[in-house]
Every structure is written in structure tokens, then in C-alpha cells.
């Protein structure tokens, strides 16, 4: 769903007016800027997101045009749930299905966006650097 959509569906169900919601749905939904298939939702639609990260930009609490408080993680609840049918993933769900990659281990080896910038070894399919130094690093 579009922010704006969750945003009517935040003002139907908590009062007030859409655009006292459309800050906190656009939130959720910027990590489309990094990768803008639903794999966005990785970053942003995990219950540590919305307990923590959300809270602590947004506060607690915002007042609604209708001067009533509204819980900010009730309506990041709102939206992560309209987008999962209900359910709420966990921070694990998404972290635990990604592969493992020597580059993520102290910075062994060279992630996919540095791949490019370095020569990879010829024949290395795991974007590993030849002439590393101890750090993992290449030089």
C-alpha cells in the first residue's frame, strides 16, 4: 500500500485527519529509496523497528488533529499490518533468512557495493579481493 493509503486507514481508525499520519507511513516506507521491492520491509516492518526506532524518532505519542493522543507504534502496527495481512514480523524472521558472506565477518573481504570498486581476483564469484592485508581489506 501507498503511505497516503495508510494514512486514511490511520485517520478511520484513530481519528483525526490523514495528514497527521502521513509523516510516520512515509517513515516506514523510505527504505524503498535502498531497494524498492518488498524487500524494503526488512528494514523498517519488524517489530524491533516499531518498538524502538519508531518511538524513539517519532516519540511515544503524537496529538492527532482531533487533539487525541495516538500511540505511534499503534499505528506502525497499523501499517505493518495492513501491508502483512495481520501478522508482525520480527526483526529474526527477516535477518535469520539471510545468507551468511565471509565480507559480513569483521570486514572479511569486500560486500557486493565495493565489488566494483576493487578488482576482484580472477574467477572469485564470493567477491573476494586479492592482496589483502590482515584487516580483510584490500592493499
Known sequence: MKPWIHSLSSSRRFGGKPEDYIEIHNFLDSS?????????????????????ILEKIFGVTITNSDGKKVSVRDVGEQHVGEDYGGFIPSAQDFLQEIEFKPW???????????AKIYRKKKGSENGEVEDQNESGRPG
Do not use: Q
Open 32 to 52: 524503498k529509496a535502498v531497494i524498492s521491492d518488498v524487500r524494503h520491509r526488512a528494514l523498517t516492518h519488524n517489530s524491533w523497528f516499531l518498538g524502538f
Open 104 to 114: 559480513m565477518n569483521n570486514g572479511k573481504g569486500v560486500p557486493p557495493s565495493m
